[in-house]
């Protein structure tokens, strides 16, 4: 049984103070026990206050990005390392802001999700297709080579080590979510190609949905046959808003 994972990525937003007051609601609505792992990444800047008082809780946390070589003259940058010491368990790879504002390319990408299994961390990998490129029919060979290069190499042991997001770019930051039966298609897609790469283990990994998904469509995501969560922008600033998402991962799953 596949547990729904939903993944809060707040991107460039939140002072220390506004992080540690979201946590401090969203552990207050949270069970001990929350039938949905729940992945919290903020920015760099406020990982340290996150994991102070995440620790010892059931809600992890994560980063945005790192680099994957563990120091250097990188101006600007974190490294994998310094985000570990800050007790991250998790890390986004590929998304699409960081491929298309920051020029991150799948090779890159694969390196980062290399140097994060290989850390004992789970790479949340982003694919999707641009607006353009599904009117012209190239979603799906956009994602597969998204797919093929950013796991090249890698070798999954434990399905549970890597969760997948299809993001399709357009529906990113716009409030216009993908049909839900589009995101089934792909999900479904994904799934198989997992089972084809890496056998039966591979078709047991997470695939989330993201892309504009809020308290109003969570459900109708979060209840399809090959989405196991969300990786949610926007409406994860929120506590509230937050958790009526992971909820409707909840509810989604019931007969
Ligand atoms: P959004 O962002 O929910 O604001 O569309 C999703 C994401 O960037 O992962």
Known sequence: MRRPVVVANWKMHKSVQDAERFLRRL????PQRPQVELVVCPSATALQAVGRVLAGTKIAWGAQSARPEPEGAFTGEVSLTQVIEHGVTHMICGHSERRALFGEDNRLIARKVEAT????LV???CVGETLDQRRHGEAWSMVEEQLVVALH???LEDPSRLVLAYEPVWAIGTGVAA?????QDMAARLR???GERFGAGG???RIQYGGSVKPENARAFLGLADVD???VGGASLDPDSFWKIAQGAVAGRQP
Request: net charge negative; proline share 7%; charged share 20%.
């Open 27 to 30: 552990l207050e609505l949270a």
């Open 153 to 155: 190499g890698v070798e």
């Open 179 to 183: 049909q839900p039966d589009d995101a």
């Open 203 to 205: 078709g047991e990994v």
């Open 229 to 231: 969560g969300a990786l």
């Open 123 to 125: 790479p949340i990998l």
């Open 192 to 194: 198989r190609w997992l």
């Open 117 to 120: 299994l290989s850390a004992g």
